[in-house]
């Protein structure tokens, strides 16, 4: 199944393929994907949570810029057969080094800080919704008020027409129409300081999952045998991470 054959599907084939591919939420919330796009015929936007939940994560910023002409296919294909609008909320301060090739690559319109909340009704198409440099918890109710002057509560996004996914989810997505993937492997970004001092910076690796730590450590020639007693591997960023 193609991303040019999606036109002629119904939403019910959308969820399915979705399913059958295994989406679960790669923000970490791991809610199931498809769930959300049951209700493709209530929606008419979809948010693409692109702000990153910690200064110290990279995915969703390189993916955006490794793979624009993909994000934009998809988007075009979306739109041209479900929904009215897609946002992109990303951080301005992200804009310069990772965001002009999916600009360029869908067109999009550009909203910067002191232009938000937007007027949703009077937008279409792709929109970029640039917010401040802030980290917050909830990032999704946090975007969809910042963007969209949409208070959520109780409530979830769905019920105001929205779709909220991160970018790898998008991805993820993408590869499933696209190429009928199911989601076997995982982007991780590795960073940090080895036991001697010098940055580890900002690798990124396509693994399957279930690949360890140790592996991806070897392959960015770290030896954790050497790592000092004050040194910590840790999932995440210095807001919201697990020791590993």
């Keep these: 199944m193609s991303v040019q054959e999606f036109e002629s599907i119904d939403p019910a084939d959308l969820s399915r393929t979705i399913r059958r591919a295994g989406l679960s939420g790669a923000g ?26 910690e200064p110290n994560c990279y995915v969703d910023k390189w993916l955006g810029a490794e793979y624009a002409d993909q994000f934009a296919a998809l988007f075009d294909a979306l739109l041209d057969s479900s929904l009215e609008r897609i946002v992109v909320g990303a951080k301005v301060t992200d804009r310069n080094p990772w965001l002009h090739p999916l600009e360029a690559a869908t067109g999009g319109t550009v909203y910067l800080p002191a232009d938000l909340p937007m007027d949703v009704d009077e937008t279409s198409g792709v929109v970029f919704a640039y917010t401040d440099d802030t980290y917050e918890c909830g990032m999704e109710n946090v975007l969809l008020q ?28 993408y590869r499933a129409l696209a190429n009928d993937e199911p989601v076997l492997r995982k982007f991780v970004h590795l960073d940090g300081y080895r036991s001697d001092g010098r940055r580890l910076s900002h690798q990124m690796f396509d693994v399957p999952v279930g690949t360890s730590v140790a592996t991806m450590l070897q392959a960015a020639g770290v030896d954790q045998d050497s790592l000092g007693t004050d040194r910590v591997i840790a999932d995440g960023g210095p807001g919201w991470c697990f020791k590993i």
């Design 28 to 53: 970490g919330g791991g809610f199931p994907t498809y769930a959300k796009w049951q209700r493709i015929d209530e929606v008419q936007s979809l948010l693409m949570n692109h702000q990153e939940s």
């Design 146 to 173: 910042r963007t969209a002057n949409t208070v959520l509560g109780k409530d979830l996004p769905i019920d105001y027409g929205w779709i909220v996914q991160n970018t790898e989810t998008v991805y993820n997505v």
